[in-house]
């Protein structure tokens, strides 16, 4: 996980927010863009730990990788599903790749969207998946 201890999944999502939408960040478009699937990812990483941490204590050295696959065991398929597809499209997101064009600014905020649903649908205690 890419985070800071003290960091909150709501300031990740004002970050991702904040460079959506104001232009006077001093970065170009596409490093906004690139900077809010970083902070959309973590904010996702982090829903996602919380969740297998609650099932299964003792996860924090896997990778995260490993960990979208565990969560389909605590969590609904189709959640697990939805999060691992957008996990894979903010990493492609936040990584630079000089033959290929960034993620939009629609994009971005569809995956926003995505990561909000995500949070609030994953489960802080152990369950059963359904």
Known sequence: ????????????????????????VGATAAGRHRGASLALRTALEIAVDRTLDAAMPGLVGITTRAKMLCLRCYTAATTARRANAVWSH???????????IGPTRDQVRAWRAEVVELVQELPHRPGINS
């Not at 903010?90 to 290929?100: N, R, S």
């Open 1 to 24: 996980m890419t985070s800071t201890p003290g960091t909150s999944i709501e300031e990740l999502l004002l970050t991702a927010d904040r460079l959506l939408s104001d232009p006077s």
């Open 90 to 100: 903010l990493c492609l997101g936040c990584h630079y790749h000089q033959y290929e």
